[in-house]
């Protein structure tokens, strides 16, 4: 499996961004989770939005009504609309997809990962 994101930048605060990740390398049959990661610099890995198979939506607090994550399994693509991006935002952003039956926010469940684009807010 390979994850390619996109779409990262510099922005204002207040701006928006729109985050792409081609996926490639796997059925588009199956239940499997994907989602969005972010790593600040010295911060720890955390999880910001997942969608599973069946389109239930996760996000994490401090992205709730910002963010938005959509998947389109034809294209094998996920997306992440950020709006109103603020400084703390500035970071890392990685795709992920889980195989396995737990899709949350806690980035041990994941067995696949992208190289990240990043995202600054300055």
């Known amino acids: 499996v390979q994850l390619v994101e996109s779409g990262g930048g510099t922005v204002k605060p207040g701006g928006s961004l729109r985050l792409s990740c081609q996926a490639s390398?796997?059925?588009?049959?199956?239940?499997?989770?994907m989602g969005w990661f972010r790593q600040a610099p010295g911060g720890p890995r955390e999880g910001v939005a997942t969608v599973d198979e069946r389109g239930e939506l996760t996000y994490a607090d401090a992205v709730q009504g910002r963010f938005s994550i959509s998947r389109d399994d034809a294209k094998k693509t996920l997306e992440l609309q950020m709006v109103n991006l603020k400084p703390e935002d500035t970071a890392i952003y990685y795709c992920a997809v889980a195989t396995g039956v737990v899709c949350g926010l806690e980035s041990h469940w994941y067995d696949y990962w992208g190289r990240g684009t990043q995202v600054t807010v300055s």
């Open positions: 390398g796997y059925r588009t049959s199956g239940s499997y989770c």
